[in-house]
């Protein structure tokens, strides 16, 4: 009697067929392990390099219970399973590891199958608690072959008793899958069959995962499940480049974080387990879904302009609280459908969302710009069923709910935007099984029950759009009233205006300040500096003596010691409110140095001191004690002083405007109801409308006063003498637009990084096409004497090309791959290749110190060679003006330093010049030093610039690189 026969792929089109793409197959992986129980699911891609991989390896693991070879036999390899469906609350505590019953996320029997996305080869390994550590092997690629059924398939289970066969069970594995290859029909196959039989035998497995299974699997209380992937899918390849990640704004790496980010609903800031999706490389270890990237639940409320929770009955009424901006009202909400139970049953819902620009927020400009960065990765409206993400929603490319769409037809009538919504909408199995996933695990189907339950909440959204937060026409304003958002909007944008005014107003008097102190401490110092000279002739005079008169040596060590505290009052600090000038910032500068001069006449005036005191007297060190006691002592008092009178001055302005204001706001208020006070014929109605203007106007001066005073009495309330406010806000200020100059700047690099990729494309191509031609012509040159000449000289310009081609290699990413040794000398031989033909025309004498030759680099060639190319081409330029042209590398105490004989750098400069896009040179671009300083970080080192004497030999810009730890304070 005939009866159903599978083919083997029907494997491969239930598992890798039915999955959308990489964050898919690992959500439908991770919901397994969910549901075993485990309290961490996580994945670990180790790149090439990792600890001697010759090719990356994935893993997929989780700590849940485990499998018993029953399990396998009967659960894991057969297809359409019902266990997760009516088995759930059949197990014991014991065997749910103590945990509560949760609420099976699969229902198919087939999602176990998306293993089969990951990559060809997969070892799994798993154990039960006190049981048997348990491993199968499989390769994927078998199913390929359609002309086998799945009883052609034979997948053998093995025990690993011990932890020291690991390697050898294992390799077991590898050989007895091999044997399929010999079974079933193969005839049109067998190139497919060579292929697998090859990767068999060349099977290797890295000591590393060793150690990893002996350390999860091998031990009384271990239990889990581990899938070990070789060569993985290529959409986990294409996270990585080579030996390496690059996480900034890598499309790929973007998909896959917004994919897998909040797989536990973190909006409600439950815990039932971790995810966690970890990238080994030869520079450590990066989780790519780190927590705290992602939304927390005070981010919807405390971090957001408007906040919404509530819930939808089963008759889709929503019922609960709306807060816009500061103003928190109960809201009702009744879609427009028949009445009766909505075909996609009853669902909470709960976000947050923040206003497009900082002047229409209530947030301060930093938690502003942390949330909107957040919004830009994971913004979106996600969806949670039973605890558990459903994708593809929340994704910030997934706009279900259209309100792009909307935004499109008009941005102020349909405020909300996807991107700029964070929050969550939760459903169960169980009460809305309309909802249905597609067979590709990639959203619902579009039934009646899904096409209801997005109507629904459109007409939802557009409800709150266009009740409480678009911007109305003035004549609709005049006639129907404010929306909620535009009742408080003007004044936000008017507070924050003024936040900004008085921000520019206080950076303006730290300039006026700053500049002020410059020029009159710049004279006072000159003074001081000339009178330490002095003091310092006259005691080097009397320290000569054998006998030292104390009257004759008292005055002058009066003096300095005034003139040390002089000096002290005339300290200078770079304000970090402001950015100075480059004028500014070289007068500075030099007041510094000079400053640091007078510190040294102080320092050779106390040493001339010290050695004077051991000629004088008992009598006359304690008569220069109570001196130097009553000098101090004074100045200590006139200090606090001269604050005191600085701070009662501003007391005293302050407190005149709040005495003006005193009288001014009572008699505003007075103004503004004297019409509503009765006069006697008013009837209750009247009276009670009277009544509520009062308290109207009342709220608004109230609102006035607090915006005037009550941050500012805050502010005050929680100033301390222990910190330097004016510093802090500063350093904020100097580090966010230091972040947002770098942001855009790399932005404009990743642009220029992708034509210099199309160029260097093409170059290759016509490279070859020249080459061939030039060989064509070779042959007629030969017979015609008139074209040999001019054939002579473009094969000459054309090897020229293909030299300077090669000396780029090992300029290339590739050549990341792998570290070598590379010395001094063998950089100043590249550069001496490099440069010749620069060096020779300019007459430039390049040397290096022995000190340098021997020095050892163990890193790659792409990151040093490119860095030492960019600091001496930067120095030729600068070289030309001058007559004596020298460049020289040495080694000093742990610093490499590249001087030359050209122009000097401005002080202002000296932090500048490694700044993307920052040059002075005319048509320059300012990449060079930037790149140089990028690329010697990720390996280590360091690299700035010095005007110190002690290391600018020649005169001119000395540029130093060292490693990052020995690298000392000061520098």
């Known amino acids: 009697m005939p009866s159903f026969r599978a083919k083997a792929r029907a494997v491969d089109l239930l598992g890798k067929g039915q999955i959308a793409d990489l964050p898919t197959a690992i959500c439908e992986l991770w919901k397994n392990g969910y549901d075993a129980y485990a309290d961490n699911l996580s994945c670990d891609l180790y790149l090439l390099g990792y600890k001697g991989l010759n090719s990356p390896v994935f893993t997929l693991s989780d700590d849940g219970t485990g499998m018993s070879k029953t399990d396998i036999e009967e659960k894991w390899i057969v297809l359409g399973t019902d266990s997760r469906v009516r088995g759930a609350e059949l197990l014991t505590e014991g065997e749910r590891l103590g945990k509560p019953i949760r609420i099976p996320m699969g229902e198919k029997g087939i999602g176990r199958l998306s293993v089969s996305y990951l990559g060809p080869k997969m070892f799994m390994i798993t154990k039960k608690k006190n049981g048997n550590c348990l491993a199968l092997f499989i390769d994927w690629r078998i199913l390929d072959n359609y002309n086998l059924y799945l009883n052609d398939i034979d997948i053998h289970i093995k025990e690993i008793p011990s932890s020291s066969e690991i390697k050898k069970i294992l390799f077991e594995l590898v050989k007895e899958f091999e044997l399929n290859l010999t079974s079933g029909n193969w005839e049109e196959h067998q190139p497919l069959a060579d292929t697998i039989s090859k990767d068999t035998d060349d099977f290797y497995l890295p000591n590393f995962l060793v150690e990893r299974i002996q350390s999860d699997f091998y031990g009384k209380d271990r239990h889990g499940t581990i899938f070990i992937v070789f060569d993985p899918h290529d959409q986990l390849t294409e996270l990585s480049k080579g030996d390496r990640i690059d996480i900034r704004g890598d499309p790929a790496i973007n998909y896959l974080r917004s994919s897998l980010s909040g797989i536990n609903n973190s909006f409600k800031e439950e815990k039932l387990f971790k995810t966690g999706f970890f990238i080994h490389d030869s520079g450590g270890k990066y989780n790519l879904i780190a927590k705290e990237n992602f939304f927390a639940r005070e981010d919807m409320f405390e971090n957001s302009d408007h906040y919404l929770t509530g819930s939808f009955d089963e008759n889709g009424f929503f019922k609960r609280e709306l807060k816009v901006f500061n103003r928190i009202i109960q809201h009702k909400f009744r879609p427009r459908r028949l009445p009766g139970r909505t075909p996609y049953g009853p669902l909470k819902i709960e976000f947050g969302f923040v206003e497009g620009e900082h002047k229409s927020s209530i947030l301060p400009r930093e938690k502003w710009d942390i949330i909107m960065k957040k919004c830009h990765h994971f913004g979106g409206l996600y969806l949670y069923r039973d605890k558990f993400r459903v994708l593809p929603y929340g994704r910030t490319d997934f706009d279900f709910l259209k309100f792009e769409e909307r935004r499109s037809l008009s941005a102020t009538y349909y405020q909300f935007s996807h991107r700029r919504i964070f929050g969550y909408i939760e459903i169960s199995r169980n009460k809305n099984p309309g909802l249905r996933d597609k067979a590709g695990r990639e959203g619902f189907i579009e039934n009646q029950a899904y096409r209801e339950f997005k109507e629904d909440l459109i007409g939802f959204f557009t409800d709150l759009a266009v009740r409480f937060f678009r911007t109305k026409s003035p004549e609709d304003r005049e006639k129907f009233g404010p929306t909620l958002r ?486």
Not at 555 to 583: A, F, H, Y
Not at 799 to 812: F, G, I, R, V
Not at 837 to 863: A, L, M
Not at 937 to 950: C, F, P, Q, R
Request: glycine share 4%; with cysteine.
């Open 486 to 971: 535009e009742e408080q909007v003007v004044a936000i944008k008017q507070r924050n205006k003024r936040i900004l005014r008085a921000e520019k107003k206080r950076s303006k008097m730290t300039a006026t300040r700053f500049k002020r102190e410059l020029k009159e401490n710049s004279e006072k110092l000159d003074r001081i500096t000339n009178d330490l000279k002095e003091r310092l002739t006259d005691l080097e005079q009397e320290s000569k003596k054998d006998t030292i008169l104390y009257n004759k040596v008292s005055q002058n060590i009066s003096q300095i010691g005034s003139k040390k505290i002089e000096l002290g009052n005339i300290k200078l600090v770079k304000p970090r409110r402001i950015e100075l000038t480059d004028r500014q910032t070289n007068r500075y500068h030099e007041y510094r140095e000079r400053y640091d001069e007078a510190l040294e006449l102080i320092g050779a005036c106390n040493a001339l001191i010290y050695d004077i005191h051991e000629k004088l007297s008992e009598e006359n060190l304690k008569e220069e004690f109570e001196e130097r006691y009553d000098d101090f002592r004074g100045d200590v008092s006139s200090t606090l002083k001269g604050y005191r009178a600085r701070f009662t001055n501003a007391i005293e302005d302050l407190d005149t405007q709040m005495k003006d204001d005193l009288q001014t706001f009572p008699d505003v208020y007075a103004e503004k109801t004297g019409h509503l006070i009765p006069t006697g014929n008013e009837d209750n109605e009247e009276l009670k409308r009277r009544i509520e203007q009062l308290g109207t106007i009342y709220d608004a001066i109230k609102e006035e006063i607090e915006e005037k005073y009550g941050s500012f009495v805050d502010h005050v309330e929680s100033l301390s003498f222990d910190i330097d406010d004016d510093l802090l806000v500063g350093w904020y200020k100097e580090q966010y637009e230091k972040i947002s100059e770098k942001v855009e700047a790399l932005h404009e690099l990743a642009q220029l990084g992708m034509a210099i990729e199309i160029i260097d494309h093409q170059f290759n191509v016509l490279y070859a096409e020249m080459s061939e031609a030039i060989d064509f012509f070779k042959r007629f040159a030969n017979k015609k004497p008139e074209i040999e000449e001019n054939y002579r000289q473009l094969r000459n310009a054309f090897e020229h090309l293909e030299n300077n081609h090669k000396l780029l290699t090992p300029l290339y990413r590739t050549m990341r791959r792998t570290k070598t040794e590379i010395t001094g000398s063998g950089i100043k031989a590249y550069l001496e290749i490099f440069f010749a033909k620069r060096f020779e025309r300019h007459r430039i004498s390049f040397k290096t110190d022995p000190s340098f030759d021997n020095y050892v680099f163990y890193t790659y060639e792409s990151v040093i060679k490119p860095a030492f190319i960019n600091i001496i081409n930067n120095a030729l330029y600068w070289l030309i003006p001058f007559s004596d042209r020298k460049i020289k590398i040495s080694y000093e105490d742990g610093k490499i330093l590249i001087m030359d004989s050209g122009e000097g750098i401005e002080y202002a400069d000296l932090d500048r010049i490694f700044t993307l896009f920052f040059t002075r040179k005319p048509g320059g671009r300012g990449i060079g030093l930037y790149l140089a300083k990028t690329n010697l970080h990720t390996i280590g080192y360091e690299i700035y610039a010095s005007n110190d004497k002690k290391f600018n030999k020649l005169g001119g810009a000395c540029i130093i690189i060292e490693k990052m730890e020995e690298k000392k304070d000061g520098f």
